[in-house]
């Protein structure tokens, strides 16, 4: 989640650096809601869960009602929100920073063009809700690309800094 949010903030700022605004601007901000609505799913484990599960063990409270509530948040925040319209603005981050690198050659095209491929995986993986099983495996198979590509691009900006010249230096 920190990855998405922290990381796309410091990729507009490489694409900035190379007269790249609009596109860099847009995948920046596409990254930072993309961090905050998995950081959100993700926060349900700690504060909502338990809470729930000490109201229905230590309360006179319906247990069914509880339950339903427990359903209702999971599918709503889950499912809905930190994964599915997480994702579309994950696909959204990766096509605008590609367009990026495309436009700046600041890494390999391989690496914008991975990105698409990852972005129209999540794409295909987001149409589960509606009834498509098939996309369950785009759906997952899309959550290790996304993080494949955060590595992968990580890797070519550290190689074409010259970062590694110094390191060759120190040896």
Not at 13 to 41: N, W
Not at 65 to 92: C, P, R, W
Not at 148 to 166: A, P, T, V
């Amino acid at each position: 989640m920190y990855a998405l949010f922290f990381f796309s903030s410091l990729l507009a700022e490489v694409f900035k650096r190379r007269d790249e605004v609009v596109f860099s601007s847009l995948g920046k901000l596409c990254g930072i809601i993309s961090g905050v609505l998995l950081y959100a799913g993700i926060i349900r484990y700690s504060i909502l869960f338990p809470q729930l599960a000490m109201l229905r063990e230590t309360t006179t409270a319906d247990k069914e009602t509880i339950d339903l509530i427990f359903k209702a948040m999971n599918t709503y925040i889950g499912d809905s929100l930190a994964e599915h319209v997480q994702f579309t603005f994950t696909s959204l981050m990766l096509l605008f920073f590609g367009i990026s690198n495309l436009k700046t050659q600041t890494v390999s095209k391989w690496v914008s063009i991975f990105g698409f491929i990852t972005a129209v995986t999540l794409c295909i993986g987001n149409l589960e809700p509606f009834g498509y099983d098939f996309a369950f495996a785009f759906n997952r198979a899309g959550g290790d690309m996304i993080a494949l590509w955060l590595i992968i691009i990580g890797y070519g900006l550290f190689r074409n800094s010259g970062i590694e010249n110094e390191f060759a230096k120190l040896q």
